[in-house]
């Protein structure tokens, strides 16, 4: 009788620290996601300004829309487009010649694809061990 109360007790154990371990993983993979979908968004958005680069000849002489926020657009020219300002971390920006900004965006993406890669892995990861984990929660509820 205490075997049983004991064996009872240790699957209570188990089961606890697997819905634990559930837990755990289900927010780290939450957090995963989160982090490979705001990279998307800023690679979408660096991969947009080195179109903007390619096109720069195209817009000397040309007159464009600012966004100030808020619905409100300010009208203005370009003469020559010829340099770019550009983030480069650490909220430091630099004024760059374009062929030089664009170098500068490209290897930012790999970096930054070599960076993804790894989230992605770790995810992988994560996934096995969330499907593990399922499984041993539903043989132990099943008994």
């Known amino acids: 009788m205490a075997d049983d ?5 240790d699957l209570q154990e188990m089961l606890a620290q ?4 559930q ?4 927010q780290r993979y939450d957090i995963l996601n989160e982090q490979i ?7 979408e958005a660096v991969l ?13 002489n ?4 600012l966004n100030a926020d808020g619905g409100v657009y ?6 020559k487009l010829d340099k770019m300002i550009t983030y480069v971390g650490a909220s430091y920006l630099v ?13 930012t993406l790999k970096g930054g694809d070599a960076a993804v890669s790894k989230l992605i892995d770790e995810k992988r990861k994560v996934e096995k061990e969330l499907f593990d984990i399922s499984y041993k929660l539903a043989a132990i509820r099943q008994g």
């Open 23 to 26: 837990n755990v993983y289900t």
């Open 48 to 60: 947009r300004n080195i179109e903007m680069i390619d096109r720069s000849g195209s817009m000397d």
């Open 74 to 79: 300010i009208e203005a020219g370009i003469k």
């Open 18 to 21: 697997l819905q634990y371990l």
């Open 37 to 43: 979908a705001t990279y998307n968004i800023a690679k």
């Open 62 to 65: 040309k007159t464009i829309l």
């Open 95 to 107: 004024e760059k010649p374009l062929a030089e900004a664009k170098d500068f965006l490209q290897s």
């Open 5 to 9: 109360k004991t064996s009872q007790q």
